[in-house]
């Protein structure tokens, strides 16, 4: 395959991937809480990585970076990392994992608002308007009804949108980070911050650590999950949008919705609704828009 058909494959395995973390925080639940399994995936993913980038770290530099980047660096692995994982995995956890996806597709929205707000850019009347069409469509999907009320709001759509909230805070961070570190450097201790940062909220929460629960299978299956996906999602993205456009890059990753709905009927038996599904249309319809607009 040349590195175009390589890249496009690569991003359609993330996608499906990223559907499949969803069915990794379920099958973890089996054994762990929420905080304490998202500590746990991160802290053996950024293990991994370590290992993986070992040859493109700069240790002097990570040691020296400006107090500016220090600060972005750690509200990303926090905010923007941790805290959005964690409630994503909520969210996993109780909603249907196509409208996990449904809604944690409107990403790019909550990042142009940051970005208008943090980065200065400036306001597009077409994005707004696209947003609150979005955000018409979450309401639909969380309600499961066309005429939405907030009593009505699921729990597990709650969640994922203030995952989506918080992981917006990830990707505009990233711009806000000057030139001192690259990318893999970035990404390592992102998520190690995500990983302390994640298990200091555990202890918090007075969440506790069973080893028995590695004898449960479906444990060490959610397990391999989570560490595979947040090892490897990153490099391959990065190489995928090296060899795509923003714009196309961005509308194969929306198949996630796609994979979620497959995944959470043939394994969960999950059926969406006639609302559920317009919702779901008008979230990813006004994502595809929104990508498709100039930068």
Avoid: C
Wanted: no cysteine; proline share 3%; charged share 10%.
């Amino acid at each position: 395959m040349n590195s175009k058909t390589l890249a496009i494959t690569a991003l359609i395995i993330t996608a499906a991937g990223y559907a499949l973390l969803s069915v990794g925080s379920r099958l973890l639940a089996e054994g762990f809480l929420p905080m304490t399994q998202v500590y746990m995936r991160v802290t053996l993913a950024t293990i991994a990585l370590i290992i993986l980038f070992r040859k493109n770290l700069r240790w002097r530099k990570l040691i020296s970076m400006p107090p500016r980047d220090a600060w972005v660096l750690l509200s990303m692995g926090t905010i923007g990392f941790s805290v959005a994982v964690y409630f994503v995995t909520l969210g996993a956890l109780n909603a249907k994992l196509v409208n996990v996806s449904i809604i944690f597709a409107s990403v790019p929205f909550f990042s142009y608002l940051y970005a208008f707000l943090f980065l200065h850019k400036p306001l597009n009347a077409k994005l707004i308007g696209l947003l609150i069409l979005s955000l018409v469509g979450i309401a639909i999907v969380a309600t499961k009804s066309f005429i939405p009320h907030i009593a009505t709001f699921g729990t597990g759509e709650f969640f994922t949108l203030v995952a989506t909230a918080t992981m917006a805070w990830f990707y505009v961070g990233r711009k806000l980070l000057t030139k001192h570190l690259n990318n893999n450097e970035i990404t390592v201790v992102v998520m190690a911050i995500a990983s302390v940062s994640a298990f200091g909220f555990s202890l918090v929460r007075g969440e506790t650590f069973s080893p028995s629960a590695f004898s449960n299978i479906h444990v060490l299956v959610g397990l391999m999950i989570g560490i595979a996906m947040n090892a490897l999602v990153n490099p391959i993205e990065i190489f995928a949008f090296d060899h795509l456009d923003a714009v196309t890059g961005s509308q194969i990753l929306l198949l996630e919705t796609v994979f979620s709905l497959l995944l959470g009927f043939l394994l969960y038996h999950e059926y969406i609704s006639f609302p559920e599904f317009v919702g779901g249309v008008i979230v990813i319809g006004s994502v595809y828009l929104a990508n498709k607009m100039p930068g």
